[in-house]
């Protein structure tokens, strides 16, 4: 596998996003770090499509974000934590009245990362984090991970990665 040089294209910030994705593990007992640095990828990889979609033409940002959304409703959400992050609380009253202070939170439930002690030994090391939820602005509760899990195939799809 050859070394990054430049995020420059959407493949490379997906690949990011997918960097980010597995980093979970570093995040420990910040999980909801965790959540904003992987939606906000997701959802800003939206504008690198359009722009790459468009050619040399102004790209068209809101018909492919709609497209997108229709596809995957978990990137609608990425949208609420990106822009939640960005705004506090969201007065744009397409987003509304999501508010990442009260519809991101971190749970007393645990979530398990599990990952080999010695890579090809049979034996698997778990780490529990704490399990995030989101809530979004048709008040639907989401597992991040779950969420997250099914924007990562949603993109691999419409970028024609397969898994990686």
């Not at 800003?44 to 959304?69: F, M």
């Amino acid at each position: 596998m050859s070394k990054q040089r430049s995020i420059d294209n959407p493949e490379a910030l997906f690949r990011k996003l997918e960097r980010s994705f597995y980093r979970r593990e570093a995040y420990g007992d910040n999980q909801i770090d965790w959540v904003f640095d992987v939606a906000v990828t997701a959802w800003h990889l939206v504008d690198w499509v359009a722009r790459e979609r468009s050619g040399h033409q102004a790209p068209a940002v809101q018909a492919t974000q709609d497209q997108l959304k229709a596809r995957c409703a978990e990137l609608a959400v990425c949208e609420q934590v990106c822009n939640g992050a960005k705004h506090f609380i969201l007065d744009n009253p397409k987003l509304a009245p999501f508010s990442v202070a009260g519809d991101v939170r971190a749970t007393d439930d645990r979530i398990g990362i599990s990952r080999d002690v010695v890579p090809g030994v049979e034996s698997v090391d778990v780490i529990l984090t704490p399990l995030v939820r989101i809530t979004d602005r048709d008040g639907q509760t989401w597992e991040a991970i779950d969420l997250f899990h099914k924007v990562l195939a949603s993109w691999r799809a419409e970028l024609g990665l397969g898994n990686s």
